[in-house]
């Protein structure tokens, strides 16, 4: 939640930033948001999500909220 916290933070230029028109996360990384690969859900959605797993017969998804 963070991690999304801080993306989206960083994704639109601030007020009071260093640039009017560019956003923090585009000055340092180069890349823009991508409409068709980041706003896919919508908020509060319930999704399925990957789990780091093995190969054993553990479930490879958990339930989240976005």
């Not at 963070?2 to 639109?12: A, H, L, Q």
Request: aromatic share 10%; hydrophobic share 40%.
């Amino acid at each position: 939640m963070v991690y999304n916290v801080v993306f989206w933070m960083n994704s639109f230029p601030h007020k009071y930033g260093i640039h009017a028109t560019i956003s923090p996360r585009m000055l340092i990384t180069m890349l823009t948001n991508d409409h068709n690969r980041h706003c896919k859900l919508k908020i509060g959605t319930y999704e399925w999500v990957h789990e780091e797993s093995d190969n054993s017969l553990h479930m490879r998804t958990s339930g989240a909220i976005a």
